[in-house]
């Protein structure tokens, strides 16, 4: 009787709504203006560091640039997913690039082990950060990581640059076409753009097995009833004017 239950519960609970979050640009998305910005945005973000000052505010989503790039030694890594738990961590940022994180899908997948390993239960692994349009070398790079023998991530994350809705749909319908025939897993937008209509647009968008989406960029929410996202000291901050 109480699985009947459990299974009636779950055809009724509420879906998961699409969380609109933000990756911050420079010059926001270091430390302190990095946590300000936050919190004046007071939703999830991420800004491709992972330190601890930045994991003491639960709306930070930590991430792995490239091996390069990390968060530390693979220990340490593992200690920050157990003092910190129930993060999503994503793995690699258009690794694709030369100009980005700039790793061949073969050397990715090794290294995807190790930090799948490392974090292991205290954290949701998302993977690779691909930029899935306008260009596509992206799924190319994600074929060859599979094949590769790249595991396979609990979500995947990839970024989405469009100039309307309508663009957007078509775009999310490619993908959804290939997830399906790689796993259907969630998929986060680590990454989107571009223009205020579209940041509008995706503030209130929703579809089922996308968690989240992360606007890159904080100008276009000052535009939208957040004019005290961008406060005035910061426009005159010396890291901003180069004096």
């Not at 960029?217 to 180069?242: K, R």
Request: charged share 15%; net charge negative.
């Amino acid at each position: 009787m109480a699985v009947i239950l459990l299974i009636l519960l779950s055809w009724f609970a509420p879906p998961q709504q699409t969380a609109h979050c933000y990756a911050m640009p420079e010059p926001w998305k270091h430390w302190p203006t990095y946590l300000d910005v936050t919190a004046r945005l007071d939703t999830c973000t991420h800004n491709w560091y992972t330190a601890r000052q930045f994991l003491e505010d639960e709306r930070h989503t930590p991430s792995i640039w490239n091996a390069d790039y990390t968060p530390g030694t693979i220990t340490q890594i593992a200690q920050l997913a157990a003092d910190y738990p129930g993060r999503t961590w994503l793995l690699f940022n258009e690794p694709e690039f030369a100009g980005q994180a700039n790793t061949p899908p073969e050397i990715a997948a090794v290294h995807v082990r190790y930090w799948s390993e490392a974090i292991g239960d205290n954290g949701t692994i998302a993977c690779c950060g691909n930029l899935f349009y306008p260009a596509m070398g992206g799924l190319d790079w994600l074929e060859r990581y599979l094949a590769a023998g790249g595991p396979v991530p609990d979500v995947w994350h990839i970024h989405i640059y469009v100039a309307n809705d309508w663009e957007w749909q078509n775009v999310i319908g490619a993908w959804q076409r290939w997830n399906a025939e790689h796993g259907n897993l969630p998929t986060i937008i680590s990454e989107a753009g571009t223009g205020q209509a579209m940041h509008d647009y995706l503030a209130t968008w929703h579809l089922d097995g996308f968690p989240a989406v992360y606007w890159f960029g904080i100008a276009e929410a000052s535009q939208v009833g957040g004019a005290n996202v961008l406060s005035d000291e910061w426009v005159y901050m010396p890291a901003l004017t180069g004096e």
